[in-house]
């Protein structure tokens, strides 16, 4: 067993792990040119074309961006006329995501939250539930996750979510990897999940490298997690 893993002995700990690294990964992104925030401050929306069409007109819509980071894509949606709420658990995205609404000046509720507690601290319903771009990986309870989803879907709306392939996840992504090897399995062995322990060096911009930090990761495959957001 990996010793990081061994360390960490239930979804609580997990979790911490997972925050911490998100709040380490803040500053990163912050600066990081994969997200150009001053770009982003400029104007436009963030969001990919494909988004806006499937989820079509949100001017005067209630929107909820789970796991919103630190509020880009949250802020694009509030652009395009919705009224946004971002919930995340890290407080260093909340609190740029905040900063960020007031310098542009853009209508927006922060609200910083372990997804699975969000209930009890947001009660309200939406007619858009948004999640996007690497969301699932970091969650130790698919079906769980997909109960506060529905929760908040209103009467009438609907819950989008953009997420890469699980597929994906099954490549060695250690740094000294050269070549594109399977190192992981697609379907879980013993579990509905598995879980991954990895030690990241790196960020995603390779310009920028950070202090070692332990994630971990559940993969699941895409039957399972269509099957768990069945509400
Ligand atoms: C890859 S990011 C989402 C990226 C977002 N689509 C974007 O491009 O800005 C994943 C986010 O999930 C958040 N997160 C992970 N587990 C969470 C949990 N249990 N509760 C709330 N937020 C969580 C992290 O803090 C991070 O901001």
Request: with cysteine.
């Amino acid at each position: 067993m990996d010793p990081a893993e061994d360390r960490l002995t239930g979804p609580e700990e997990y979790l911490e792990a997972n925050r911490a690294l998100w709040d380490e990964w803040t500053a990163i992104n912050e600066r990081s040119a994969f997200y150009d925030l001053e770009g982003f401050k400029q104007g436009g929306v963030r969001l990919k074309d494909f988004e806006l069409a499937e989820v079509g007109e949100v001017e005067g819509k209630d929107l909820l961006h789970l796991q919103c980071h630190f509020g880009i894509d949250t802020l694009s949606w509030a652009r395009l006329g919705a009224r946004v709420t971002g919930v995340d658990f890290s407080e260093e995205a909340i609190t740029l995501a905040r900063l960020l609404a007031d310098e542009l000046g853009l209508e927006a509720t922060f609200v910083r939250s372990n997804v699975y507690h969000a209930p009890e601290v947001l009660d309200a319903d939406f007619d858009v539930v948004y999640a996007s771009r690497g969301v699932l990986g970091w969650l130790p309870d698919v079906p769980r996750w997909a109960a506060v989803v529905a929760r908040y879907v209103r009467p009438g709306g609907f819950f989008y979510i953009h997420e890469m392939h699980p597929f994906l996840y099954v490549f060695d992504d250690r740094h000294d990897a050269t070549e594109a090897r399977v190192h992981f399995p697609y379907f879980p062995r013993e579990e509905r999940t598995e879980l991954l322990v990895r030690t990241l060096a790196r960020s995603r911009d390779r310009t920028l490298v950070h202090g070692a930090a332990t994630t971990l990761a559940f993969v699941g495959t895409v039957s399972f997690v269509i099957d768990a957001s069945r509400f």
